[in-house]
């Protein structure tokens, strides 16, 4: 393997807001399906959707066609509810990642509180990943949460970025700092780290410069993006970005 493959940074491509789009006027068009073979063939190493619990973006029937077209793997966010859980192994996606939806679920940082939740989680981790399906947290960078990710046994945690994309100067670089810390504690006890959220090409460097990091999600920005570009050249800008940072 050459360096450049082994330093290969995942880019999941997150299709909510295509589905957003779609549900303003309650059809089938623009099809977020479409849009995650679209980004697939433009490059896009995996795949992420959302399936909220109030449905406000991705369907049932998006994760259904999601599981039956796409040859790259699927990263299926869901909260850590029964419901989602049933859907996750009736489906086995490849990846679960676990995000909070509620308030009371959720660090300061917005984040999954894991450590708060533990109790909750443990069983839902357990849950699936008999299944074979490789659960991940999204949490904020903070110790506590690593602790707790570490033990809950999950194999993945992803970095939540959207505080370091909202700050700037000396904060944002703090915060950078801390994710940088995280990724490296959290590949230090054996857990592999994602990051995403708030992403552009205006912030994407610094964090794909961290080492650790295996895998980028990214959403609102590239769906953005392809409304002036296409969505293959929004994928192909920012893979190049991260590919110049490793
Ligand atoms: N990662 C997780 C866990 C998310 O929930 C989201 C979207 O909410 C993203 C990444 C992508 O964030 P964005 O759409 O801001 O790029």
Known sequence: MSASAHNHLRLGVNIDH??????????????????????????????????????????????????????????????ATEEMVEIALRHRPHAACIVPERRAERTTEGGLDAAGQFDALQPIVARLSDAGIRVSLFIAPEPAQIDAAIRLGAPVVELHTGRYAELSGAERGAELGLLAEMAALAARNGIEPHAGHGLTYDNVTAIAAIPQLCELNIGHFLIGEAVFDGLADAIARMRGMMDVAR
């Open 18 to 79: 295509v589905a957003t789009i779609r549900n303003a006027r309650g059809g089938d068009h623009p099809d977020p399906v479409k849009a995650a073979m679209a980004a697939q063939a433009a490059g896009a190493d995996g795949i992420t959707a959302h399936l909220r619990e109030d449905r406000r973006h991705i369907r049932d029937d998006d994760i259904t066609r999601l599981m039956d077209r796409l040859n790259v793997p699927l990263n299926l966010e869901m909260a």
